[in-house]
């Protein structure tokens, strides 16, 4: 009785380095295959010019790359004040989702809305979300 506990006991240990190991070997591979800067870039403008923003325009628009989301979180703040609807819907398709954002934003003030952020999840490469600020 005491050789089958100790059996379990040894088996469960192995189980559990081995599972450890597993996990540190996924998030390795997960941190490879994360998209560069240029990629998502790229992907988000395929999307802007399906849904006919004119972004090769480079007089037109600024392309910002909000890896860290802090234009985008400023933004969230807004959106509560004023478009708390809008805001929600964001927060519904966003929340738990790893996500870098771009950033299409006319270069004069002159222009109305024109404003574009394409979320972009950076290990698998699709788009989560867009939201254009017309």
Known sequence: MRAFIMYLFV???????ILGCDKKETAQQQEKAM???QEI????????KSLDFQIDDSNFYNVYYDKDNK????????????????ADECNRK?????????????KSEEVMGGVLWV???PISGKVIY???EL
């Not at 088996?11 to 380095?17: D, G, N, P, W």
């Not at 985008?72 to 509560?80: D, G, I, P, T, V």
């Not at 966003?94 to 006319?106: A, D, F, I, M, S």
């Open 11 to 17: 088996i469960c240990a192995l189980s559990i380095l």
């Open 130 to 132: 867009v939201l254009p």
């Open 35 to 37: 998209f560069t800067e």
């Open 119 to 121: 979320f972009v999840d």
């Open 94 to 106: 966003l929340t738990g989702r790893e996500y870098h954002t771009v950033l299409y934003k006319p």
């Open 71 to 86: 234009r985008w979180k400023e933004n969230q703040a807004f959106l509560k004040e004023y478009l708390p609807n809008i």
């Open 41 to 48: 870039i790229e992907i988000a403008n395929k999307k802007a």
